[in-house]
């Protein structure tokens, strides 16, 4: 099971700190990644991490912007937002494969998804 948390509004420019907390240790095998929604379209890749933190991929919407990271030992992943912008307006998400120790980007391969956090951009 998995709990995102720490959206909110913010104006442009500034930034936010999602998490998500697993609760279990199995989080530790599984690449983590965060996606985001936007009203009436399907949840977009945002960012994933593999479970060693050593693979790590962004969409080319958000890099130089957005770092994801984990940590391990407390089962939480992150996703630290930066210099946000309107279009960063979007239900985030975060998820985790279903395969252990399989890196992947695409929706399909994850399994199982937090609740959402809505993160609203402003002037």
Same mark, same amino acid.
Request: aromatic residues 14%; contains cysteine.
């Given at each position: 099971q998995l709990q995102a948390s720490g959206g909110g509004q913010v104006q442009i420019g500034g930034s936010l700190r999602l998490s998500c907390a697993a609760s279990d240790a199995t $989080?530790?095998?599984?690449?983590?990644?965060? $996606? *985001?929604?936007f009203p009436g379209q399907a949840r977009e890749?945002?960012?994933a991490i593999s479970w060693s933190g050593r693979a790590i991929q962004y969409a080319d919407s958000v890099k130089g912007r957005f770092t994801i990271s *984990?940590?391990?030992a407390k089962n939480t992943g992150y996703l630290q937002m930066t210099t946000l912008k309107p279009e960063d307006t979007a239900i985030y998400y975060c998820a985790m494969v279903g395969e252990s120790e399989l890196f992947a980007v695409g929706r399909d391969h994850y399994r199982f998804w937090g609740q959402g956090t809505q993160v609203t951009v402003s002037s």
């Amino acid at each position: 099971q998995l709990q995102a948390s720490g959206g909110g509004q913010v104006q442009i420019g500034g930034s936010l700190r999602l998490s998500c907390a697993a609760s279990d240790a199995t $989080f530790s095998t599984y690449t983590m990644g965060w $996606f *985001r929604q936007f009203p009436g379209q399907a949840r977009e890749f945002v960012a994933a991490i593999s479970w060693s933190g050593r693979a790590i991929q962004y969409a080319d919407s958000v890099k130089g912007r957005f770092t994801i990271s *984990r940590d391990n030992a407390k089962n939480t992943g992150y996703l630290q937002m930066t210099t946000l912008k309107p279009e960063d307006t979007a239900i985030y998400y975060c998820a985790m494969v279903g395969e252990s120790e399989l890196f992947a980007v695409g929706r399909d391969h994850y399994r199982f998804w937090g609740q959402g956090t809505q993160v609203t951009v402003s002037s």
